[in-house]
Each structure stands twice: as structure tokens, then as C-alpha cells.
């Protein structure tokens, strides 16, 4: 099954003609249950994320900060598999059916599975992108050779120091959007995002890449606002987003409110 729509591409438009760039949070899938998992991410985008970048929980996740892995710490201590975070995208699909909804995970996951069956579920489920943290550009081409056959758009990185060829083959290979790196190291809102100099952007718009979304420390509507003025098409944030989860545990109704807050100020600074 592959996705005909184009829902990156549609959100970009859309957004271009409204002067607005991209905010969009990220969480760990069943974290810190099926049924709250659900709830997190109706919430995100009742709060008015553009889009969805969502984790799978992982036992060793190398490029996170402590937030994010204790949240799949969480999701893990809930038996929260690969089928279980399907069944939850499945069901975000069902309740929207415009909004991306795009994967960051890690390649055991996938291998694990076997590369063209996780694809096929994460299509089925209505997944529309998956980057994959650990893999680096010159080693994506397998992924990228199923991810054409399955309808779904393999996100690359551009850490902020990459070269010109780097870029090159990022703007050949892109698709749906990339992720610039703010910085570089792990996740986290404990350092605060450089943001890139407006010579990256006019490298990435010179090579062609698909619109790129900065990741990486960004906890603040400041923050967003910044990232889109230096010509970025939006701003991922994800350690702040779980951040409220981790602290709003026992009161799965705050949390729920909390988020809504968070994603309202954080989308109301995308306005150019």
C-alpha cells in the first residue's frame, strides 16, 4: 500500500499561503500507556501542531537526553511494543486525516522487523515519514529503496558542519522535509539551540532539500520564531513537549490542558 497524498507538501502550501512556518512536537509513542499515548497525541494536535513527529521507545536511544529516554523507559515498563505504537498511529490516522504524521526511531527497530514489513506497517498505519537517528546519509539508500516502494518519505539530517557534498546529496535524496540539526550532541532543552546562520539556510535553498524543520533544543516560542526568521519552514521541539508529560503524570487532565497551552504558543510564534 502506498500513501498517494502528498500531506507534507499539502501542510507546506498551506502554510506558505497563510505566512506561517511549521510547529511541530514531538513525543514517545505509548509512553506512559496505550490509552494516554493516544490522548497526548490528540491533544497536540487539538492545540494546532502542523504536523506529528512521533518515537518509538527503545531500550538504547544514543542521540536522546535524558527526557526522552525516560519516557521510553516508561512506554517500555507499559510491555509497549512495535505493534502496540502501529495500533495508536492508527488510531490518531482515523480521528485526522491531513495531518503528517512522521517516525524518528532507531534502526534496530526497523531491522528487527525487517526493513519492507516495518515500512509496509508504518503505511498501513497511515505513517507518512520516517528518519531514522542512527543511520547516516551514506548508508540511507536501502532505506530510502523501500521507503520509495512503500509511499513513505525517508527524512535525511543536516547536521549543521556538513559539507557541500554532503548537502548535494541531501537536496538529491530528500524528501517530504529535513531535519537540521540546531546543534550538535543529544536532545534536550538543557542546551539551548544555536540557531543556524541564514548562510545554511541559502546552502540547503541552493542545493534544493526538501523545506527543512530545525530540531534540537527548541523549548520556546523565542526559540520558533527565531528558526523561522533565519529561513527555516518551522521548528521541532520535542524534550519541552515531553517534558509536561513527565510532569503531569498523575493528572492525565492538566497534562492533556498543558499540552494544548504549550503547542498554542509554540504554533502562535510560526506566524511570519
Known amino acids: 500500500m502506498t500513501n498517494s497524498v502528498d500531506r507534507y507538501a499539502n501542510m507546506f502550501k498551506h502554510l506558505n499561503n497563510k505566512q506561517e512556518g511549521a510547529f511541530v512536537p514531538f513525543v514517545m509513542v505509548g509512553d506512559p500507556d496505550i490509552h494516554t499515548s ?33 519516557a521510553s523507559i516508561r512506554a517500555l515498563s507499559n510491555k509497549i511494543k512495535t505493534d502496540d505504537c502501529f495500533e495508536i498511529i492508527r488510531q490518531v490516522r482515523e480521528a485526522y486525516a491531513d495531518i503528517p504524521i512522521g517516525l524518528l526511531l532507531y534502526s534496530n527497530l526497523v531491522l528487527k522487523r525487517g526493513i519492507k514489513k516495518f515500512y509496509q506497517d508504518a503505511a498501513k498505519a497511515g505513517v507518512d515519514s520516517i528518519l531514522i537517528a542512527d543511520v547516516p546519509l551514506r548508508e540511507a539508500d536501502r532505506f530510502i529503496a523501500i521507503a520509495e516502494q512503500t509511499g513513505i518519505k525517508q527524512i535525511l539530517i543536516a547536521p549543521p558542519n556538513a559539507s557541500d557534498e554532503t548537502f548535494a546529496e541531501i537536496g538529491k535524496k530528500s524528501q517530504g522535509y529535513t531535519y537540521l540539526l540546531g546543534r550538535a550532541g543529544v536532545t534536550g532543552t538543557e542546551t539551548a539551540v544555536t540557531i543556524p546562520a541564514s548562510e545554511l539556510i541559502d546552502k540547503l535553498t541552493q542545493y534544493k532539500v526538501a523545506p527543512p524543520l530545525l530540531g534540537f533544543g527548541i523549548s520556546t516560542p523565542l526559540q520558533v520564531a527565531d528558526a523561522i526568521q533565519s529561513g527555516a519552514a518551522g521548528a521541532i521541539s520535542g524534550s519541552a513537549t515531553v517534558n509536561i508529560i513527565a510532569e503531569n ?23 511570519k
Open 249 to 271: 503524570l498523575s493528572q492525565p487532565d492538566v497534562m492533556l490542558e498543558k499540552l494544548k497551552h504549550f503547542v498554542k504558543q509554540m504554533k502562535a510564534a510560526t506566524h
Open 38 to 70: 493516544v490522548n497526548i497525541i490528540k491533544a497536540l494536535v487539538e492545540g494546532g501542531a502542523d504536523a506529528l513527529e512521533l518515537g518509538f521507545p527503545y531500550s538504547d536511544p544514543i542521540a536522546d537526553g535524558p527526557t526522552i529516554q525516560k
